[in-house]
């Protein structure tokens, strides 16, 4: 698996694993953006790898490593307990020239550093709502 985590400055990372929305803000980084990171497309491959192609919602959580690298990447952005963050999706064909998905997958604000990981997983589980589903299909998407 590669990196878990992407970091908008790293000259390295694959643009095209940032997804729609990550990839605008990576784009835009001469403004004044809040500091973000990514959790790879690779990183939802390994956490669901034994879980099937329509998980239970209850399967869809981070695998312990990644789990782990979101807290690091979480305490590199600010190391205080008190910070906030906000978890949005950035799905790889999302908010894209042909598809926008708008409103579809969740996204949360005022998030506690520890809780940045399940959160994430709510994010994951927000791709296999029926709604999002049916868009993936009426569109002829990819189903993952």
């Excluded at 990576?26 to 939802?44: C, G, K």
């Amino acid at each position: 698996m590669s990196a878990p985590i992407l970091w908008p400055d790293d000259p390295d990372a694959p643009a095209e694993a940032f997804g729609g929305k990550a990839g605008a803000l990576r784009r835009l980084a001469d403004l004044p953006i809040p500091p973000f990171f990514v959790v790879a497309p690779d990183a939802w491959r390994a956490s669901r790898a034994a879980v099937g192609l329509y998980p239970d919602d209850r399967e869809i959580v981070p695998s312990p490593e990644i789990a782990a690298a979101i807290g690091d990447a979480v305490a590199r952005l600010d190391p205080s307990p008190r910070a906030r963050f906000a978890v949005r999706s950035s799905a790889l064909d999302e908010d894209g020239s042909g598809h926008s998905f708008a409103g579809q997958l969740d996204s949360f604000l005022n998030v506690a550093p520890d809780a940045v990981a399940a959160r994430v997983a709510e994010v994951w589980r927000s791709g296999f709502s029926l709604r999002v589903r049916a868009y993936r299909k009426e569109r002829g998407l990819d189903p993952d």
